[in-house]
């Protein structure tokens, strides 16, 4: 059978629902590749650049955006955030299937001008369970958390427009219905039309 376009995912939580983690996983499945983003922000002490994030500085991102470099970008928090087209397209056409980690805003146009694109939004089980885990982690104080929480409960409006949703509650749950969630996916209609073609042929 011919080589599958692979297929472009979009994962998007708010900042505290283990995203991290539950893609870490996904990722050890060589089927997948991750889109490292491309942003203004500055590293992070644990961050390594090209590995977490490529770092720029406005002015390169800027011309990457304005030379059709980016698949998508959103500002986010006072810093761009964006997709390196190139990398996406390859693996793609590669058969790969390719992780976008973004925000809302990058999401709804991927939406827009990837209509096969599959979107999943991870939630906190609740509002204040995500604002309890925020204050476990202690890395910030009661006004950031307070600032957190009200961006996470604007972002999670959203999950309206995305085509799946998950609770991050139990982690191992999460990470198992990620993956049902995705080999789904790989069997709907619209995916498979080529098969039921291949199937057909010389009937
Ligand atoms: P952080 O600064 O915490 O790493 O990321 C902040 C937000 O930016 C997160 O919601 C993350 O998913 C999002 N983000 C990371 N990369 C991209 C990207 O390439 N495009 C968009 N639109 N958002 C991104």
Do not use: W
């Not at 283990?18 to 590293?43: H, M, N, Q």
């Not at 009661?142 to 982690?171: C, F």
């Not at 049902?180 to 619209?190: L, N």
């Amino acid at each position: 059978m011919a080589t599958e376009k692979g297929m472009l995912i979009v994962v998007s939580a708010p900042a505290g629902c283990g995203k991290g983690t539950i893609l870490g996983e996904i990722l050890k499945d060589d089927k997948f590749c991750y889109s490292v983003s491309a942003t203004t922000r500055a590293p992070r002490p644990t961050e390594v650049d090209g590995v977490n994030y490529h770092f720029m500085t406005v002015e390169e991102f800027k011309d990457l955006a304005d030379n059709n470099g980016m698949l998508e970008y959103a500002q986010f928090c006072d810093n761009y955030y964006g997709t390196p087209r190139k990398f996406v397209e390859e693996k793609l056409s590669e058969g790969k299937d390719v992780i976008l980690e973004i925000e809302v805003q990058g999401a709804m146009i991927v939406k827009k001008n990837f209509p096969d694109a599959m979107l999943v939004f991870i939630l906190p089980p609740s509002v204040n369970e995500l604002r309890r885990r925020l204050h476990k982690r202690g890395t910030e104080t009661d006004e950031v958390i307070e600032k957190r929480v009200s961006k996470a409960s604007g972002e999670i409006k959203m999950a309206k427009y995305y085509d799946y949703t998950l609770v991050n509650d139990d982690l191992e749950t999460a990470i198992e219905d990620l993956k049902a969630i995705i080999r789904a996916e790989r069997h709907t209609i619209k995916r498979t039309q080529n098969i039921i073609e291949e199937v057909l042929e010389n009937a």
